[in-house]
C-alpha cells in the first residue's frame, strides 16, 4: 500500500503535456485522452517484478467506482482491488481541495462533507469513513478560519459530526452542526 499511492498517477508521464497542463478545461476529447492514464501506467508497471500486483492494479483501477461507474474498465466493487478503493478516495480529496488553473481548491472540511454525501455507491463507505475519521483527527486546540473569515479554535467534535465541530471565536462558541451557512474554510495551525 506504501506504494500504490505514489505510483497510481504515474502514467500521467506518458500523457500529452499540453493535455496534462492545460490551463482551461479540457474537451471531451481531451477527458477521453487524459483517462487513458490509467492503462498506460498499468502497462509501465506490469512487467516490473518488484512491484506487487495490487500496485499495479491501483494504477489502472483508482478511478473504478463501486457501482461500476468508473474506468478504464467499469468493474464493479468485487473486481476492484483495496488498494485502489483506498487511493480512490485520498485521489478525490486531492483533487477537490487542490487549486487547478480551472478551479479553486474547496475547503477541506467541505470536501469531506461532499465525499461522504456523494460517495454512496461510488466509494467503499468503510473506508470513505476511515479517511474522514483521519483528516479529522486533530481536534480541541486546532486554529481554523471559518467561512466568514473569523478566525477560531475547536474546542469540540463531535463523532458522528466530524466535519462539523464546535469553534471559539473569541468567547462565542459557534456549534457548526446547528450552524450549517458556516463551514471551517482553513486549518492554520495543528
Same mark, same amino acid.
Given at each position: #500500500? ?5 505510483? !497510481?498517477?504515474?502514467?500521467?508521464? &506518458? ?21 487513458? !492514464? ?23 483501477? !483508482? ?11 467499469? +468493474? /464493479? ?14 485521489? #478525490?480529496?486531492?483533487? #477537490?481541495?487542490?487549486? /487547478? ?36 483527527? %486533530?481536534?480541541?486546540?486546532? &486554529? +481554523? /478560519?471559518?467561512?466568514?473569515? /473569523?478566525?477560531?479554535?475547536?474546542? %469540540? ?24 451557512? &458556516? ?8
Amino acid at each position: #500500500m506504501r506504494w500504490a499511492g505514489p505510483l !497510481h498517477d504515474i502514467g500521467n508521464a &506518458l500523457v500529452d503535456p499540453a493535455i496534462l497542463f492545460k490551463p482551461n478545461r479540457l474537451s471531451s476529447d481531451e477527458l477521453e485522452e487524459m483517462k487513458k !492514464h490509467t492503462i498506460l501506467g498499468y502497462n509501465l508497471l506490469k512487467n516490473v517484478p518488484a512491484i506487487n500486483e495490487g500496485i499495479k492494479l491501483c494504477a489502472l483501477q !483508482h478511478h473504478e467506482r463501486e457501482d461500476g461507474s468508473g474506468y478504464p474498465l467499469g +468493474v /464493479r466493487s468485487d473486481k476492484i482491488h483495496p488498494y485502489s478503493k483506498i487511493v480512490a478516495v485520498a485521489d #478525490m480529496f486531492h483533487a #477537490m481541495t487542490s487549486d /487547478r488553473s480551472h478551479k479553486k481548491a474547496a475547503s477541506p472540511y467541505l470536501v469531506l462533507e461532499q465525499i461522504k454525501d456523494e460517495a454512496f455507491g461510488k466509494m467503499e463507505p468503510s473506508l470513505v469513513q476511515i479517511f474522514v475519521d483521519k483528516v479529522t483527527s %486533530f481536534h480541541n486546540g486546532t &486554529l +481554523v /478560519r471559518l467561512s466568514d473569515n /473569523r478566525i477560531g479554535e475547536i474546542v %469540540f467534535s463531535e463523532r458522528s459530526h466530524p466535519t462539523r465541530p464546535w469553534v471559539n471565536v473569541n468567547g462565542k462558541i459557534i456549534n457548526l452542526t446547528l450552524e450549517r451557512q &458556516l463551514y471551517i474554510q482553513e486549518v492554520i495551525q495543528k
